[in-house]
């Protein structure tokens, strides 16, 4: 089960020249800079880009191939899409927008009940309205609900919070995280907003000048030495947590990552809750022994992996194992020096900061 | 006012009226896939019709008069394509008036249809695939209810246009009671006979009802901007 494409698409300025895997369940991530080729990927896979030459099979059927004797439409590839910009159809109201898709989709091949989806995304108070009567939440929330009425194999979406302000990408990012599980559909996403990728990405595409230039597991991916420039001071790691405690006094909660445990503040959390935190390299410092007098809570033992030249001359990145989990750093190569890091030393990682996704 | 206007009006009035309402439904018919194409179409060819098509908007009606007469007539292309399908010739003719008209309207309607396709962009057809739609199933059930505005103006403007016309029936139609002769051709006969009342009944009746046509576009217009 997985997603094979290779493209090669030349507008003269921009060329993007891709291959890639993903696998088919999940929400795969398409992250990079604008310009980077990734809603162009996203185009190709859907069938939209005629001018792409390559081949595209999911799950064992051919959309299109090398030699151009084969190429699937888009509307028979079964193939959802959500865009940026609201585009309900502003002729039909909320219901008919819905109904759209799943009128056209046969019987046998739905996936998803009416009622289940409407419920997932919360719109069944919205019925009867006009598309111009909806805010811009709203409306991303029925596009998506009127995408997968059509019972999709597939479901691309094209940057579809880049739109909104910041209280409504909360409002809709749970819905996302949702639908995976809920309803098994695969999702390809493009973003190029961090926040989405940690929180939503099983796994990660990274694009640079319409060239893949990683891909894997987010955390594999982020906590790469060697990603472009751009990306250097997003250098970290992603931890899948689980909230074991909080405490009431001091409003804290601990979270446990294997051989990892973390207090953060207890802002929305509560125990038995499963949750991913990321932790920058730029965050994170070394020292040779555990300084409990230090106002830093979060002290890990650890031992270094590797250590390697980071993108500016005056830093350095180290890869630690702390019991289990991986653990990035960056720090002067002053202190590099001093400390005269090397594989196998253990050493204490002081967290600066966790970031709640 | 039935007194005020001769039988010979009223049978004006009428052909005037099914000159507009034929011109316009035909005119619709064809000019939607035309401005289908000129919209989505970035070839020369496309380009190259787009400037065929308004070129009735330049040209004084006599001149396309002319050279439609002289390819509807015997010897012309059409006359003799006409003859050979047994239709015989079309100048003079209600049929010949109803093809002029139709390519004396022609920008009237492409335009307006064109426009509106334009703004509808591609987008909402990208969506209607993405919903399983083939291309001919989102073009009635997405593209003809957007454009519903640019039908209205395309249907209006031809219909007001046709109406109005007379360089090209005189050139095509003539001057044929019951058959050709159509309102504007009737108001100048009144007024070459020096009949100033009968002249003024029609023109400004014609003046009226013009007005209030393009009265109620704007005002239709105006509304769909608010909402």
């Known amino acids: 089960m997985s997603l094979d494409a290779r493209f090669a698409l030349d507008y003269g300025d921009f060329a993007l020249d891709v291959c890639l895997q993903l696998p088919a369940s999940g929400v795969s991530v398409l992250f990079g800079p604008s310009g980077s080729g990734k809603s162009s990927l996203l185009r190709c896979i859907a069938g939209l880009e005629p001018a792409a030459r390559g081949s595209l099979s999911f799950n064992q059927q051919c959309w299109q191939n090398d030699a151009g004797q084969r190429f699937v439409p888009l509307h028979q590839r079964q193939i959802g899409m959500v865009f940026q910009e609201p585009s309900l159809f502003a002729h039909l109201d909320v219901a008919a927008n819905l109904r759209f898709g799943w009128q056209r989709t046969p019987a046998a091949q739905r996936r998803a009940g009416w009622q289940q989806v409407i419920d997932l995304l919360g719109i069944g108070h919205l019925l009867a309205r006009r598309p111009d009567r909806l805010s811009g939440g709203e409306r991303q929330r029925v596009a998506i609900a009127r995408a997968l009425l059509a019972s999709p194999q597939l479901l691309l979406l094209d940057e579809p919070l880049a739109a909104l302000d910041f209280a409504r990408k909360q409002e809709i990012l749970p819905y996302l995280e949702n639908l995976p599980r809920e309803l098994d559909i695969p999702l390809i996403y493009v973003t190029h907003a961090f926040e989405e990728v940690v929180r939503l990405a099983d796994h990660l595409l990274l694009l640079q000048q319409g060239r893949v230039v990683a891909q894997g597991a987010p955390s594999q991916v982020l906590s790469r030495f060697d990603l472009p420039p751009e990306f250097a001071d997003e250098i970290s790691v992603v931890l899948q947590t689980q909230v074991t405690d909080v405490d009431t006094h001091y409003q804290l909660a601990t979270l446990q990552a294997p051989g990892v445990t973390l207090q953060v503040p207890a802002s929305g959390l509560w125990p038995g809750q499963a949750r991913r935190v990321r932790i920058h390299a730029r965050d994170v410092s070394l020292a040779l022994h555990d300084h409990p007098d230090s106002s830093i809570l979060n002290r890990l033992p650890a031992t270094v992996l590797t250590t390697s030249p980071a993108e500016h001359p005056a830093h350095a990145l180290v890869r630690l194992d702390a019991g289990g989990s991986e653990i990035v750093a960056r720090i002067t190569r002053r202190s590099h020096h001093l400390l005269q890091l090397a594989p196998g030393m253990p050493v204490w990682a002081q967290i600066k900061s966790v970031v709640l996704v | ?227």
């Open chain 2, 1 to 227: 006012m039935a007194a005020l206007l001769s039988p010979d009006d009223w049978s004006a009035i009428r052909l005037s009226l099914q000159l507009a309402g034929a011109t316009t439904v035909l005119l619709l018919l064809l000019a939607t896939p035309l401005a289908w194409w000129l919209a989505r179409s970035r070839s020369v060819a496309a380009a190259a019709v787009g400037a065929l098509v308004t070129l009735p908007l330049v040209l004084p009606p006599t001149v396309l008069g002319f050279y439609l007469l002289l390819a509807l007539g015997q010897n012309g292309w059409i006359g003799q394509l006409t003859q050979a399908l047994g239709l015989g010739l079309l100048p003079f003719t209600f049929g010949g008036l109803l093809l002029a008209s139709m390519l004396y309207s022609l920008p009237f309607a492409v335009q307006p249809l064109q426009q509106a396709f334009a703004a509808i962009g591609p987008r909402p057809l990208e969506v209607a695939a993405s919903l399983r739609a083939s291309p001919l199933d989102a073009f009635f059930s997405v593209v003809l209810p957007l454009a519903r505005p640019g039908f209205i103006t395309a249907a209006i403007m031809s219909f007001a246009h046709t109406l109005g016309e007379f360089g090209v029936v005189l050139m095509i139609g003539g001057n044929i009671p019951g058959a050709t002769r159509v309102l504007s051709v009737q108001i100048y006969d009144h007024v070459e006979a020096l009949e100033y009342p009968q002249a003024h009944w029609l023109a400004g009746g014609m003046l009226l009802f013009s007005f209030v046509v393009l009265l109620a576009l704007h005002l239709f217009k105006r509304q769909r901007e608010q909402t």
